[in-house]
């Protein structure tokens, strides 16, 4: 059975930082890019970052470069991203998601692309 498991979330103060980890089982994650995304309610689904298989090629959605890094660990199955200097506007529900790229060092944006979901994680930050 394929699972994606998001942890990590909570609620933060503006400025501070998670670190949100994204555990995969039931497929082998060395052959999927890994994305994050957000939603809030009555709002699309957001990109955040994704990585590509081997990790050797990342993007960052334009609200979150230079805050979020996105990182994986094969032998772990699982995918971080870690977040800095957070912002009221970064609150949501974040999701990681998986999607079968052939070529290496190519990710995807476009979250209707993507084959599997986690449940979502929520994050909240708020003074």
């Known amino acids: 059975q394929v699972q994606l498991v998001e942890s990590g979330g909570g609620l933060v103060q503006p400025g501070g930082s998670l670190r949100l980890s994204c555990a995969a089982s039931g497929f082998t994650l060395d052959d999927y890019a890994m994305g994050w995304f957000r939603q809030v309610p009555g709002k699309e689904r957001e990109f955040v970052a994704a990585i590509s298989w081997g990790g050797g090629k990342i993007e960052y959605g334009d609200s979150v470069k230079g805050r979020f890094n996105i990182s994986r660990v094969n032998a772990k199955s699982t995918v971080y991203l870690q977040m800095n200097s957070m912002k009221p506007e970064d609150t949501g529900v974040y999701y990681c998601?998986?999607?079968?790229?052939?070529?290496?060092?190519?990710?995807?944006?476009?979250?209707?692309?993507?084959?599997?979901w986690g449940q979502g994680t929520q994050v909240t930050v708020s003074s």
């Open positions: 998601a998986a999607v079968f790229l052939i070529r290496p060092m190519t990710v995807s944006k476009n979250p209707n692309e993507y084959t599997y």
